[in-house]
T-cell receptor, first 111, second 111 residues
Framework: NAGVTQTPKFQVLKTGQSMTLQCAQD?????MYWYRQDPGMGLRLIYY???????DKGEVPNGYNVSRLNKREFSLRLESAAPSQTSVYFC??????????FGNGTRLTVT | EDQVTQSPEALRLQEGESSSLNCSYT??????LFWYRQDPGKGPEFLFT???AGEEKEKERLKATLTKKESFLHITAPKPEDSATYLC????????????FGTGTRLTVIP
């Protein structure tokens, strides 16, 4: 039982390049989330999907787009990467009234 | 706006030296307070959920308590394997789809 799986684990981009971070969960959870974690700051919500077919903005959505591909998969896309998007990105999932289950993150550096 | 403040930022303990981590929070109405453990290079791992003042939860050497303004994570006779960053998060009654995270306490237990 893998839980929440994120790919890739590491990525280096140049400013202006695009990429998609992938996330998949095998726990049959309805809700999925994308967070970023920066030094000295708490985890901040970028986007979430409360259920298949819906997505909503979180605290820091600018510069990102998401796709809930099906119940298992939730991807995060950076269309034109900027150095300010250097961060560790975590995907999480849960059902109603359950805690968040996190993946192990994607470490992204934008130069 | 919901706020979560954790203290201290970092804590070094000798093996067996008990201590407490603090999480102060401000929310319009508390749906739940969560404690997570995060090891380097990994995603947060769920420890406890507390819902109402006076509630306590225990797991091995850890005990979490909750008042109307703060939560404590008590660590009794810690071992080196308890070394990690401990994160606190709150979910309010209105923002059911988001958790607000503190910046964490980095705990080091020295053998």
């Amino acid at each position: 039982n893998a839980g929440v799986t994120q790919t890739p684990k590491f990525q280096v981009l140049k400013t202006g390049q695009s990429m998609t971070l992938q996330c998949a969960q095998d726990m049959n959870h309805n809700s999925m989330y994308w967070y970023r974690q920066d030094p000295g700051m708490g985890l901040r919500l970028i986007y979430y999907s409360a259920s298949e077919g819906t997505t909503d903005k979180g605290e820091v959505p600018n510069g990102y787009n998401v796709s809930r591909l099906n119940k298992r998969e939730f991807s995060l896309r950076l269309e034109s990467a900027a150095p300010s998007q250097t961060s560790v990105y975590f995907c999480a999932s849960r059902t109603a009234n359950s805690p968040l289950h996190f993946g192990n993150g994607t470490r992204l550096t934008v130069t | 706006e919901d706020q979560v403040t954790q203290s201290p930022e970092a804590l070094r303990l000798q093996e067996g030296e008990s201590s407490s981590l603090n999480c102060s929070y401000t929310v319009s109405g508390l749906r739940g307070l969560f404690w997570y453990r995060q090891d380097p290079g990994k995603g947060p791992e769920f420890l406890f959920t507390l819902y109402s003042a006076g509630e306590e939860k225990e797991k091995e050497r850890l005990k979490a308590t909750l008042t109307k303004k703060e939560s404590f994570l008590h660590i009794t006779a810690p071992k080196p394997e308890d070394s990690a960053t401990y994160l606190c998060a709150v979910q309010d009654l209105t923002g059911a789809n988001n958790l607000f995270f503190g910046t964490g306490t980095r705990l080091t237990v020295i053998p």
